[in-house]
């Protein structure tokens, strides 16, 4: 991500689109974020929790819990804090620097844009769950992404 990030900025882009690379997100709804990015929208989220589908029920719950936890530190109510699926504007890259380098990277940069008053919307995008097979793992990223919340105290 800040490799994607970093190279947005450098091509002088006014926003970067990050997508999964593990087929959950349908390229087809990038218009449908495009859409979200009002002049008052910093960062809008491809959201798959309105309507997790075919989501396996320990996903689901995972990212309900999850979400939950991080709104209250982000400022803001995010009903999918892990979806990848993102369109994030310039100028909230500008000011963050991310210093996380794996799944807890996209919870990283939503806390620091909430604590920083950058506005976050949500688009509704299907769920897309077939044979591929997660990087996450589950031990090791579940240890990580608590260091990173117990970092985040120090945040602004």
Same mark, same amino acid.
């Given at each position: 991500?800040?490799?994607?990030?970093?190279?947005? /900025?450098?091509?002088?882009?006014?926003?970067?689109?990050? !997508?999964? @690379?593990?087929? +959950?997100?349908?390229?087809?709804?990038? &218009?449908?974020? !495009?859409?979200?990015?009002?002049?008052?929208?910093? /960062? #809008?989220?491809?959201?798959?929790?309105?309507?997790?589908?075919?989501?396996?029920?320990?996903?689901?719950? $995972?990212?309900?819990?999850?979400?939950?936890?991080? @709104? *209250? !530190?982000? *400022? +803001?109510?995010?009903?999918? $804090?892990?979806?990848?699926?993102? !369109?994030?504007?310039?100028? #909230?890259? &500008?000011?963050?620097? /991310?210093?996380?380098?794996?799944? &807890? $990277?996209? %919870?990283?940069?939503?806390?620091?844009?909430?604590?920083?008053?950058?506005?976050?919307?949500?688009?509704?995008?299907?769920?897309?769950? *077939?044979?591929?097979?997660?990087?996450?793992?589950?031990?090791?990223? $579940?240890?990580?992404?608590?260091?990173?919340?117990?970092? %985040?105290?120090?945040?602004?």
């Amino acid at each position: 991500r800040r490799t994607g990030y970093e190279a947005a /900025l450098a091509g002088g882009y006014d926003a970067c689109l990050t !997508l999964d @690379s593990d087929g +959950q997100h349908d390229p087809e709804w990038i &218009e449908r974020l !495009l859409d979200g990015l009002a002049p008052e929208v910093d /960062l #809008v989220i491809g959201s798959r929790m309105t309507d997790p589908g075919p989501m396996p029920i320990l996903r689901v719950l $995972t990212n309900r819990f999850m979400s939950r936890v991080l @709104s *209250g !530190l982000i *400022g +803001q109510r995010v009903l999918d $804090t892990q979806s990848g699926f993102r !369109l994030v504007r310039r100028r #909230v890259i &500008e000011s963050i620097t /991310l210093v996380t380098d794996r799944f &807890e $990277t996209e %919870s990283e940069l939503l806390i620091k844009a909430g604590r920083r008053g950058f506005r976050i919307a949500e688009v509704p995008i299907p769920a897309v769950y *077939g044979a591929e097979k997660s990087r996450i793992r589950p031990v090791a990223d $579940t240890i990580r992404w608590i260091r990173m919340l117990r970092a %985040s105290r120090n945040w602004r």
